[in-house]
């Protein structure tokens, strides 16, 4: 079965730029949540979406980030304006029902550095 | 709230030798347990979870964690490293009584030497 899939695995902007990430979860997932990896803050939730809606968006940093799932197949995150601060690893993560003892499934990333 | 403490954010290691990765956490209420692995440019593979039953839990490639609930700590230990155990570990708990929200702690990267 294929995993989370996430595009690109890198992007490198200048500053003032729109972002945008994408993820797949795995099929028959309801789950879908996006992460935010640096040095300094390790592993952050940005938001959790459960059947496509957005249960948690207190994570996000500020009104430049907004994340979409249109439908279960598909997010998007999306950074706009970018800021040099934003660069990051990105992670999509998706698991079934969304309980808490459930396994998180992780794609491999995307490294956004902003110029 | 809970908390996870990695207090070793670095081990290293000689290949063929035990290592130990320590992890506590803090909650008010029950919780499980994750331990995820992570290698160089790749996302988070879950290793090894502790729900209920036996306190000692085993992953297929030979790491074991045992939970100890008057300690609360999760401990992850290996008999004997290979070098392709070198990567980033992370802790991780969830309430029991919630859904969805992980709490991970700040990771302990594994540096196995030949």
């Known amino acids: 079965d294929a995993g989370v899939i996430q595009s690109p695995r890198h992007e490198v902007t200048e500053m003032g730029q729109e972002v945008t990430l994408r993820c797949k979860p795995i099929?028959?997932?309801?789950?879908l949540f996006w992460y935010r990896q640096t040095m300094m803050r390790g592993l952050e939730l940005l938001i959790y979406f459960n059947n496509n809606v957005p249960i948690d968006d207190s994570g996000m940093p500020e009104d430049r980030f907004s994340a979409k799932m249109p439908n279960a197949s598909f997010s998007t995150l999306k950074i706009q304006p970018s800021e040099p601060r934003d660069s990051a690893v990105y992670f999509c993560?998706?698991?079934?029902?969304?309980?808490?003892?459930?396994?998180?499934?992780f794609g491999d990333g995307t490294r956004l550095s902003i110029l | 709230a809970q908390s996870v403490t990695q207090l070793d954010s670095q081990v290293p290691v000689f290949e063929e030798a035990p290592v130990e990765l320590r992890c506590n956490y803090s909650s008010s209420v029950s919780v499980y347990l994750f331990w995820y692995v992570q290698y160089p440019n790749q996302g988070l593979q879950l290793l090894l979870k502790y729900l209920s039953g036996s306190t000692l839990v085993e992953s297929i490639n030979g790491f074991e964690a045992e939970f100890n609930k008057s300690q609360t700590s999760f401990h992850l230990r290996k008999p004997s490293v290979h070098i392709s155990d070198t990567a980033e570990y992370f802790c991780?708990?969830?309430?029991?009584?919630?859904?969805?929200?992980?709490?991970f702690g700040s990771g302990t990267r594994l540096l196995v030497r030949p």
């Open positions: 991780a708990v969830s309430r029991m009584d919630s859904s969805y929200k992980l709490i």
């Open positions: 993560a998706s698991s079934s029902q969304g309980a808490s003892n459930q396994p998180q499934h």
């Open positions: 099929s028959g997932h309801n789950s």
